[in-house]
């Protein structure tokens, strides 16, 4: 991955971090990560944060997913609860936070509460 970074061409080294990032039973999960961390592709990277068999990628995913519909999907529905706590982590809309804190389980419904700013959506949708 490090001669991805020196690449000149950001569509090869985007492409690089790309098929290190997909899932694959060659490459380390710590090592997918990181080349996930690298990626712009904003549908690729909701692809890998909603079906990457490994939690430590689906993580790194939604770190850097910007799709705001999509990280509250994953938030309510992911397997793992890591994953679900970094969705919440990195959401932001208050209406599909207090979908989450409506919907969602344990970690990311309790996460959801927290940053809603409007307590009144907390009596609404939750209560």
């Known amino acids: 991955m490090a001669a991805a970074a020196k690449l000149a061409d950001q569509t090869l ?49 939604v770190r850097m997913l910007t799709d705001q519909v999509v990280l509250a999907d994953v938030a309510k529905r992911d397997e793992d609860r890591d994953v679900r706590e970094a969705t919440v982590e990195t959401l932001t809309d208050q209406a599909l936070l207090a979908e989450v804190a409506k919907t969602a389980a344990d970690v990311a419904r309790a996460g959801a509460v927290k940053k809603l700013i409007d307590q009144s959506l907390v009596a609404e949708r939750v209560l």
């Open 13 to 61: 080294a985007q492409a690089t971090y790309a098929g290190v990032a997909r899932d694959s039973d060659w490459v380390f999960s710590g090592t997918r990560a990181v080349a996930v961390a690298k990626l712009t592709d904003q549908s690729l990277i909701a692809d890998i944060a909603k079906t990457d068999s490994s939690s430590v990628v689906r993580s790194a995913a």
